[in-house]
C-alpha cells in the first residue's frame, strides 16, 4: 500500500506565501517524476508544476517564475513553495506520483488534496 498525503494549505492573503509538501510512504522501491495539479471550483485539474527523476522541472505558464517545485528523495517528498500568490491561484491542490513498490509494481497515485485560499 503506497500513498501520498499533502499538507501546508491555508488561508493567505494575495501577495503572501505557502509552501505545500507532499510526503510518499509505504511500500516504495523507487519514486519518479512527482507533479503538483490544482482544481478550482468549477474547473479542470491542471497541472501546476511537474519535477522528474533528474530534477528536471516544468511550469504552468500562469505560475512560472512564482512557484517552485522540488524534492527531497531521502524524504519521499515533494515540495512546492507558491509566493506572490493571487486570487487565481485558489484552488485544491493534488499531489501525483508516478511510483515503483517494493514488488515491482508501477502506480500513478493522487493525494487527497489541500486546499488553498487566496483573499484578495
Known amino acids: 500500500q503506497v500513498q501520498l498525503v499533502e499538507s501546508g494549505g491555508g488561508l493567505v492573503q494575495a501577495g503572501g506565501s505557502l509552501r505545500l509538501s507532499c510526503v510518499a510512504s509505504?511500500?516504495?522501491?523507487?519514486?519518479?517524476?512527482m507533479g503538483w495539479y490544482r482544481q478550482a471550483p468549477g474547473k479542470q485539474r491542471e497541472l501546476v508544476a511537474f519535477?522528474?527523476?533528474?530534477?528536471?522541472?516544468n511550469y504552468a505558464d500562469s505560475v512560472k517564475g512564482r512557484f517552485a517545485i522540488s524534492r527531497d528523495n531521502a524524504k519521499n517528498t515533494v515540495y512546492l513553495q507558491m509566493n506572490s500568490l493571487r486570487s487565481e491561484d485558489t484552488a485544491v491542490y493534488y499531489c501525483?506520483?508516478?511510483?515503483?513498490?517494493?514488488?515491482?509494481?508501477?502506480?500513478?497515485?493522487w493525494g487527497q488534496g489541500t486546499l488553498v485560499t487566496v483573499s484578495s
Open positions: 501525483n506520483g508516478d511510483i515503483v513498490t517494493t514488488s515491482y509494481r508501477h502506480f500513478t497515485i
Open positions: 509505504g511500500s516504495i522501491f523507487s519514486i519518479n517524476g
Open positions: 519535477i522528474s527523476v533528474g530534477d528536471s522541472t
